[in-house]
């Protein structure tokens, strides 16, 4: 893989398919839709069944593509695995194997030149421009999980025909139940696919440059709610590259993030298993290195004169203690957790002692709660005030 991502990071040449594709299907919505709406305005139910079919793709692209697929944070029944498919393909943004492909780099060398839609490149690079590059072959070890499926190997090596043919079939099922041929094919393919494309897009650009960085800033990903709406869920993207294994992307359950409601309920009713969750303590942790990142910063950047290194290192000594504590409390419970079916000695000690670290860990975090609050949050003038 590295031998041939490093020769595309070098040099680089036209990918003609989706150039002449992207930049065709563009041009003939900006030509078409005009003269559509000059003859006639498109029906409700043209309208909701275009919605409609948006979402389903999108859907299939967050849920399916992204996290069934590329990550592999649940597994689900082949029903709705096959749903997934079509309305994956549907989107049109390539089989399963070329998406997850180059999604997987882009975790692994996120930000770097090896990083197909590294964001570093610039807004339109990450957003669509890298598309026109022509991308090295498809490394199967970057996959190997997913080619040794015969299925998808056949959708991967007859993609282009299943593409053109749920397109149709989606224009035959506008025309039928609306009876207007021309806006099944203008709204119903053609703008539906641009909405679905430019929603995809923005997780690869404005999510990388948009938007808070609550669980890490060791990347450029960020979290964004706005975004989260625009991208059908993805806006949470601090935390999906920080932990890329979660079914989640908005981990709090009112964060808008439709694949992750869907998967849950899939979930309940058996169609879904082996959803992927990152420990709770653990995500604390990253919380707590993130903030601390975020205030030595701010303060190493005023320019006021005050005692920089104490403050600097009041900061360093509650992240480690916080963090100290957090690690005690996630080795106490995943203890507990082991013994608890036991009922014997040890197993009521670990509960005082959970007990007590938690009582630690919450008054700790209410603290440093405070200490961001006034370090990251207050005004310049206001901070000043506070630590001079
Ligand atoms: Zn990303
Ligand atoms: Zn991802």
């Known amino acids: 893989m590295k031998?041939?991502?490093?020769?595309?990071a070098r040099s680089w040449s036209v990918d003609w398919t989706n150039t002449l594709f992207l930049l065709g299907y563009h041009l003939l919505l900006f030509a078409l839709l005009p003269v559509y709406l000059v003859q006639q305005s498109p029906s409700a139910s043209l309208i909701w069944w275009t919605v409609g079919l948006a979402a389903a793709c999108l859907l299939a692209i967050t849920m399916g593509y992204h996290?069934?697929?590329?990550?592999?944070?649940?597994?689900t029944h082949p029903v709705v695995e096959s749903i997934l498919v079509f309305f994956g393909t549907l989107a049109t943004e390539g089989s399963i194997f070329s998406w997850s492909h180059d999604h997987r780099i882009h975790h692994k060398h996120v930000d770097t030149e090896l990083d197909p839609y590294s964001a570093p490149d610039g807004f339109w690079h990450s957003h669509m421009l890298w598309m026109l590059k022509k991308r090295p072959p498809i490394?199967?070890?970057?996959?190997?999980?997913?080619?040794?499926?015969?299925?998808?190997?056949?959708?991967?090596?007859?993609?282009?025909?299943?593409?053109?043919a749920a397109n149709a079939l989606g224009v035959g099922?506008?025309?039928?139940?609306?009876?207007?041929?021309?806006?099944?094919f203008v709204i119903g393919t053609l703008l539906r696919m641009f909405v679905v494309h430019h929603c995809t897009w923005f997780i690869n650009s404005l999510a990388h440059m948009w938007g808070a960085q609550p669980y890490s800033t060791e990347h450029t990903a960020v979290n964004?709610?706005?975004?989260?709406?625009?991208?059908?869920?993805?806006?949470?993207?601090?935390?999906?590259?920080?932990?890329?294994?979660?079914?989640?992307?908005g981990v709090r359950w009112y964060q808008f993030d439709p694949p992750k409601y869907f998967i849950w309920a899939l979930s309940k009713v058996g169609l879904a298993t082996n959803l992927k969750t990152v420990n709770k303590i653990?995500?604390?942790?990253?919380?707590?290195?993130?903030?601390?990142?975020?205030?030595?910063?701010?303060?190493?950047?005023?320019?006021?004169?005050?005692?920089?290194?104490?403050?600097?290192?009041?900061?360093?000594?509650?992240?480690?203690?916080?963090?100290?504590?957090?690690?005690?409390?996630?080795?106490?419970s995943d203890r507990y957790q082991k013994l608890k079916a036991q009922k014997d000695e040890e197993v009521?000690?670990?509960?005082?002692?959970?007990?007590?670290?938690?009582?630690?860990?919450?008054?700790?975090?209410?603290?440093?709660?405070?200490?961001?609050?006034?370090?990251?949050?207050?005004?310049?003038?206001?901070?000043?005030l506070s630590i001079t």
Request: charged share 25%; with cysteine; hydrophobic share 45%.
């Open 67 to 75: 996290r069934l697929y590329a990550h592999k944070t649940f597994t």
């Open 3 to 8: 031998k041939n991502d490093s020769a595309s």
């Open 139 to 164: 490394n199967p070890r970057v996959i190997h999980d997913l080619v040794k499926r015969p299925a998808l190997q056949f959708h991967h090596d007859h993609y282009a025909y299943f593409m053109v």
């Open 282 to 332: 653990t995500i604390k942790r990253n919380l707590v290195a993130a903030d601390r990142h975020l205030m030595v910063e701010r303060l190493q950047s005023l320019n006021i004169h005050f005692d920089r290194e104490a403050w600097i290192a009041r900061i360093e000594e509650a992240a480690a203690s916080l963090t100290e504590n957090l690690n005690g409390l996630k080795t106490a």
């Open 224 to 249: 964004n709610f706005i975004l989260s709406f625009l991208t059908f869920g993805e806006g949470y993207h601090n935390y999906h590259h920080t932990f890329a294994g979660d079914y989640r992307n």
């Open 173 to 184: 099922f506008l025309w039928a139940v609306t009876g207007d041929l021309f806006g099944a």
């Open 348 to 384: 009521v000690i670990l509960r005082a002692r959970i007990k007590e670290v938690k009582a630690t860990v919450s008054h700790e975090m209410a603290e440093w709660k405070k200490m961001c609050h006034l370090i990251l949050e207050s005004s310049e003038s206001k901070l000043a």
